[in-house]
């Protein structure tokens, strides 16, 4: 079975032995001045995305993604990504951002693509690739209004997790849309959620400086009731409603406290 088969279904899932070997096959090939590979030119999108994902997985072959990028970077590569489907689309993008391998030729086509065919993405997929974006601090211009709408429009299809990523991801890209901060937030008090979802939500809806009466009020609810507040947890809630525009009046929430593992620390997230 030739590596373009191998690879047409993977989805980042544990890796069998003849991938494996491609994959090794396709990094000693790869010409390391030219960033280029024969044997990649012979494969189609959904190859190469799944060969993205593989290289990104576990110890990254950067060579291996700098020949996909270098194939998507010269001049019939529009054509190339216009071939993409949504999913291979989602899938390279992440294995970017996974390897944090910032390509901005291959980033600013991507976020081309997506902007014209935002609405064949699914809600998950396009959280995914927002999420991507915002890891390598790449904000496209073009890109964000079109997703943003679409995001509006499947905002049900997420999770409540990815609706977390969805305001992180804006807060890290400073993309402050009050009308998709007002559909997130609105869901995620509707939502089966965990304290992990809601404080990343109420945190990154502070770092912009967007208040949110319901938001805050769910998760001061949600951490009183919490048995198992962790550290990470309680920092993000004690930042938040520490900004002076998140002045929710959240009583008993825990304060910080002195821990004895952590030398010199002066405070630390733990329940009083």
Known sequence: ?????????????????????????????????????????????????????????????????KS????????H?????????????????WAL??????????????????ASRSCEFSGEELAKCLCAFAELRFFHEEMMPELSVQLMWKVDQLSARSLAQVAVSCAQLEYCKQPLLDWLASRMCLRDRTLSDI?????????????????????????????????????????AFGKPNLDYPVQGLPRPLFHQSLSGAESVCKRR
């Not at 996909?68 to 001049?75: A, D, G, K, P, V």
């Not at 996974?98 to 976020?111: E, Q, T």
């Not at 945190?203 to 919490?226: G, I, P, R």
Request: proline share 1%.
């Open 77 to 93: 590569a529009e054509k190339t990504m216009s071939e993409f489907s949504a999913s291979s689309l989602t899938k390279l993008c």
């Open 199 to 239: 404080s990343s939500m109420v945190w990154a809806f502070a770092k912009m400086s967007v208040q949110h009466e319901s938001l805050c009020e769910t998760a001061a609810q949600d951490a009183l009731k919490s048995e198992d507040l962790t550290e990470q947890e309680h920092a993000r809630l004690l930042s």
């Open 1 to 65: 079975m030739t590596g373009q088969y191998l690879f047409q279904d993977y989805d980042g899932e544990e890796m069998t032995t003849a991938m494996l070997q491609a994959l090794d096959r396709i990094a000693a090939h790869v010409d390391p001045e030219k960033h280029s590979s024969k044997e990649l030119d012979s494969y189609g999108p959904i190859a190469l995305a799944g060969v993205a994902l593989a290289a990104a997985s576990g110890d990254v072959k950067v060579d291996i993604l």
């Open 68 to 75: 996909i990028c270098q194939r998507l970077s010269n001049e």
């Open 97 to 114: 951002a996974v390897a944090n391998h910032r390509d901005k030729k291959v980033m600013a086509k991507i976020g081309m693509e997506i």
